[in-house]
């Protein structure tokens, strides 16, 4: 509590006083906490307010309401120089999507196309994602800390 004393303010001893610096991180650290706590509130709110209904097998399912958009989301390919393993999983993940969602209407890869943004493994990546994607998906990429690494 304080006193107010001729036009003073002085603190009593049962109030402490806040010596703690505001330095940039702490600012960035706090607002980012109160930023993301907002953002997330406001999505789930959102998404609590409509019907969102997938593509499905299932006619009943599909006879409420067909999507609107259809598109499946993937990240971290990380594509190498050489070898086959990367090649080889990320063949199967388009195979995979193909059969699961068989009409998209675009295909996302959000970031690490490649491991590190070099000419060579993008032409691999796109050599492997244009063998493999749905000819009327657009194509949407974005980069990741690991595309401009070079």
């Known amino acids: 509590m304080a006193n107010h004393e001729e036009g003073k303010i002085t603190r009593t001893q049962h109030e402490p006083e806040i010596k703690k610096k505001m330095t940039r991180r702490t600012f960035i650290e706090g607002t980012t906490k109160v930023a993301g706590l907002s953002l997330g509130l406001s999505l789930v709110s959102q998404l609590n307010s409509g019907n969102v209904f997938a593509d499905s097998d299932d006619k009943e399912r599909n006879d409420?309401?067909?999507?609107?958009?259809?598109?499946?989301?993937?990240?971290?390919?990380?594509?190498?120089k050489t070898g086959t393993g990367d090649i080889q999983k990320f063949s199967?993940?388009?195979?995979?999507?193909?059969?699961?969602?068989?009409?998209?209407?675009?295909?996302?890869?959000?970031?690490?196309?490649?491991?590190?943004?070099?000419?060579?493994?993008?032409?691999?990546?796109?050599?492997?994602?244009?063998?493999?994607?749905?000819?009327?998906?657009?194509?949407?990429?974005?980069?990741?800390?690991h595309d401009y690494r070079s």
């Open 64 to 80: 409420r309401r067909k999507p609107d958009l259809v598109f499946p989301v993937i990240s971290d390919v990380h594509i190498k």
């Open 92 to 145: 199967s993940t388009l195979h995979q999507m193909n059969e699961i969602v068989p009409k998209q209407d675009a295909f996302v890869v959000v970031g690490d196309l490649t491991d590190h943004g070099l000419t060579e493994k993008y032409d691999r990546f796109m050599s492997v994602y244009n063998s493999g994607k749905q000819a009327k998906a657009v194509s949407m990429f974005a980069i990741g800390n």
